[in-house]
């Protein structure tokens, strides 16, 4: 429901943009947002009730783009958010699964106190390598564990403790690799790397 009216507000504000052309240039842009948040959601409530049937559609993607699309659709283009490196890097995988990964990290670097979030994108013989780094509180070496390994670990009140090993399994499913370096002060390092496809 909420995916068909986001497109019924695109589209009307499409067909305005026809009519006044100079006033409608952020009305499309965040009708497009809106569109975009709610196919996200959408997925996200898919994916749930499907999981026990472990359905997966890989197909090309460039992570840079999905990297892009999270500062812009979920964080609202949050400036503390930076996405740096290669322009783009196609890889095979579930695009919202992707966005999944991106947004848990993001997440948890600036709940975690950070004002500088950094994603650099490096492309590399056959393989793509995303460095995620922050400036927040960081982690000890237990608190960091328990994260990693879906100990229940959590600042928040409200959190689970799951975000990181999620992320991490996600990531393995894409046949890709994740690895974290965090310390109390000195903020925290997501290392992940994909395999690489070429361009058609």
Not at 171 to 194: C, D, N, Q, R
């Amino acid at each position: 429901m909420i995916v068909g009216y986001s497109t019924l507000v695109g589209d009307e504000a499409r067909g305005l943009s026809a009519k006044v052309p100079d006033g409608t240039k952020n009305l499309i842009q965040y009708a497009e947002m809106v569109e975009k948040a709610a196919e996200y959601c959408h997925h996200l409530s898919e994916n749930w009730r499907m999981s026990s049937k472990k359905t997966k559609e890989f197909t090309q993607t460039d992570i840079v783009q999905i990297a892009r699309e999270v500062r812009q659709v979920i964080f609202f283009g949050n400036t503390i958010i930076n996405v740096t490196g290669v322009e783009s890097a196609l890889v095979l995988g579930s695009k919202y699964e992707l966005m999944r990964v991106f947004q848990n990290v993001f997440k948890n670097s600036i709940e975690a106190g950070g004002n500088r979030v950094t994603a650099n994108f490096t492309a590399k013989e056959g393989a793509v390598e995303v460095v995620i780094s922050d400036n927040g509180a960081g982690m000890t070496e237990e608190q960091l564990q328990r994260a990693v390994n879906g100990g229940n670990y959590t600042s928040k009140a409200t959190g689970t403790g799951l975000g990181l090993n999620i992320c991490r399994h996600l990531v393995a499913a894409h046949g890709g690799t994740f690895e974290i370096k965090s310390a109390p002060g000195k903020g925290t390092t997501v290392s992940l790397t994909f395999p690489a496809i070429k361009s058609a």
